[in-house]
């Protein structure tokens, strides 16, 4: 068993693909119409076929209320490693990215907080 596929829920897909793309450095995977949404997905440029994200859309009901619920707790909702959080940082807010949470040395990694716009908390993270 393996994962191939895991999800973030956004309000909208085509902001996200933006952010997750132009902003975070990922490239479109899939784009596949499905029904009113679309199957579309991002990769790890570094990885092109590893696991792929899927830019799922928030419609379900208990969507938007655990959405908000996390976010008003300060509680990621995913997290993605990056080898320098500070450098990482840096580099984000300079291209307009709004951080909760600036690097944080906590031990044994090193952490940081993003809006991803979408309605989401993502945790940027690297091991010490």
Known sequence: MRINVTSVLVDDQAKAL???TEKLGFQKKTDVPA???R??????????????LLL?????PAAGAFKEALAADGI????????????EVERLKALGVHFTQDATDLGPVVTAVLDD?????IQLAAMT
Not at 56 to 60: K, M, Q, R, T
Not at 117 to 121: E, F
């Open 35 to 37: 029904g009113e949404a």
């Open 39 to 52: 199957w579309l997905t991002v990769v790890s440029p570094a990885d092109p076929d590893g696991v792929e």
């Open 18 to 20: 933006a952010f997750y």
């Open 117 to 121: 716009t979408c309605g989401n908390l």
């Open 76 to 87: 990621p909702w995913t997290q993605f490693a990056v080898d320098d959080v500070p450098a």
């Open 56 to 60: 799922e859309p928030d419609g379900h």
